[in-house]
Each structure stands twice: as C-alpha cells, then as structure tokens.
C-alpha cells in the first residue's frame, strides 16, 4: 500500500544504511551495505540509488517526499556539496547533481551526519521536550549538534558543535585523527576505548582482561570491553571511567558555554553509557558554574541506533516540510 516517505541516506565512515521514513519519524524499511571506501563516491552515491530503488519496489511505494542525506565530515548544507569526509578521503562531491536527475521533482537535502541526528531528535525523540539541547554522537568518532531555541547552529563554517575536537588533555595528549593531539576523541570515542583496551592488555599480557578476551575469543572493541565492565572486570571499568571522565570535561565546557536544556547522546557507545556516566557526574559537579547547570539531564536518545537514518529524513521534514 502506497504511503508517504522520504529516502533517508545514512552514509557512515564504514557503512551506509538506506531507509523509507513516514511522517511520524518511523522506518518503514531499510537496507544496509558497506560504504565503499576503494572506488569513487559517484559509484557508491549509484549504489545508495539503486537501493533506494529497489525498496521503494519492495513497498510499493511511490508519494516520495523527498530525500535527505548524511554525509560523515564537512557539508555545505545551501550547495549540497560534501566538502570533505577525512575517513573516506571524499572532497567536493556534488551529492545532489549526482542524486537529483533520478527524482528530477523531488527536494534533496544534504547536511553533516551529526547535524542531521541533532534535527531528527529534535522531531522525534527527546528533543521534542526541550527548546535548547546539545546531540553528541559517541561512535567511531565524536561529534556534537547544538539545538537552540529549536533551531540547529551550524556557525559561520558549518563547524558549530565540533565537541569530539575540545582539547581535554594538553599535557602529552593521544594523537586525534584530526591532527591535534589530547582531543575528546580520543580518549573516549569507541575507537578510542580499543585502542586503551589494547594498550592495557599489551601491559598485562596475563592479567584479567586479557583473559577475559582470551577465554571468550573476543575481538576488542568498545562493546566487548563493556561486556567485561559490566562482568565486574575492574581494567575494563576503569577504561570506561577514564572514558567518562574525559566526556565530562568536554561536557563541562559545552555547559558553561551554550547552557543547554539537556545533552542527548546518540552513537554505538550510548548503548553503555551507565558505564560512563557517574564518572561524567563526578566531573560535572565540580566544573560547572551554577547550580541548575549541574544537574541539567545528561540522557540517550529516544531514536536509537537508527538516529542517522531518521535524522537524514528529518532534513526534508525539517528545512522542506517546516516540521517543528
């Protein structure tokens, strides 16, 4: 049965996620494949086509009201181009030149990834009870999107919200992949915890957590370390306490400056947040400077692991459709 949707693109460092979105914010159908990192983006924009495609046959649906699309780095949002994507090494793609010609009357919208979940929350999940919110992604990265007055800040480059780059150790910080060394980034982004996994183990060869991957034969990643922390794994705990306590810090700073409603936080690592929030609390408490700061709501988000998804449908529904 025909229904309206927008095609949603969720195009991601290592995967890209395709899905028809209705108008209530929910994913009717999806298809996931890996992002293809070894030929051109045009070739994997024609892959993210077809897909599109083949679903909208599948459900035969054919109201599209437009199409949104995620794009992991720097984004042009009023010329839809993607100016840079560091991980996929992708620089000035034309993505609605490439998209447009096969729904030559339908709106495309083109943002950052991390924008995109900030505006999906705003109209689907938590952020619909607040006027003024800041969205962080905890994933293969961090990134951040700040809501105010229900409106997205992008800043004068379209760099607003960059929390995965705030600076929280200065003094012989972990190299970040921007650069710079001591970011956010990399000290508690999932990538950022197998790394401490691994150096962890590398130092205790024998000792209780690298037992525990060795008795499991668990490939070491964020959620198997969270695995351990919740079986009382203390190396594992502490990996995530020094996780949050670096969230913390950067949280601080955001609270101090944007005094946001709440922080809703999105991202594979959010599915083991209890894990790094008493060590956020801990931090919050002594760094923030008012009291009604200290205990603004730290939550996850109300869309889930399909916050890229939605928030790239969410572009048509927000900047399209005047959805609020």
């Given amino acids: 049965m025909d229904q309206p949707v927008v095609i949603g693109m969720d195009i991601g460092g290592t995967k890209t996620l395709i899905g028809l979105v209705n108008p209530k914010g929910k994913v009717i159908a999806k298809y996931q494949f890996p992002t293809d990192i070894l030929n051109s983006p045009v070739e994997h924009l024609l892959k993210c086509i077809n897909a599109s495609k083949t679903l909208l046959e599948e459900n035969n649906i054919k109201t599209i009201l437009g199409i949104g699309v995620n794009a992991p780095g720097l984004v042009d949002p009023k010329k839809s181009i993607l100016i840079h994507a560091p991980y996929l090494e992708w620089r000035n793609i034309k993505m609605q030149e490439i998209i447009q010609p096969y729904w030559p009357n339908t709106p495309v919208q083109i943002a950052n990834d991390v924008n995109a979940c900030a505006v999906g929350e705003l109209l689907f999940g938590k952020g619909k009870s607040f006027n003024d919110f800041l969205w962080v992604t905890i994933s293969t990265g961090i990134g951040g999107g700040i809501i105010q007055n229900r409106q997205l800040i992008e800043g004068y480059s379209q760099l607003a919200g960059e929390i995965g780059h705030f600076v929280v150790e200065w003094e012989n910080g972990y190299q970040c992949t921007c650069g ?35 008795r499991r034969n668990l490939s070491i990643s964020a959620e198997n370390v969270a695995v351990a922390a919740n079986e009382g794994i203390e190396p594992a705990l502490e990996i995530y306490r020094m ?43 002594c760094s923030v400077i008012s009291e009604p700061n200290k205990s603004i709501p730290i939550i996850t988000t109300g869309i889930g692991l399909e916050a890229g998804l939605i928030g790239a449908a969410s572009l048509i529904y927000w900047n399209v459709y005047s959805y609020s």
């Fill in 180 to 214: 710079n060394r001591g970011c956010l980034e990399a000290y508690s982004s999932g990538t950022a915890i197998a790394k401490q996994t691994k150096r962890q183990i590398e130092r205790d060869q024998y000792g209780e957590l690298a037992a525990f991957f060795n």
């Fill in 243 to 285: 996780a949050g306590n670096h969230l913390g810090r950067a949280f601080s700073y955001a609270i101090n400056l944007l005094n946001p409603a709440a922080i809703i936080v999105g991202g594979g690592v959010s599915q083991s947040f209890e894990l790094l929030k008493p060590a956020i609390s801990e931090v919050l408490e």
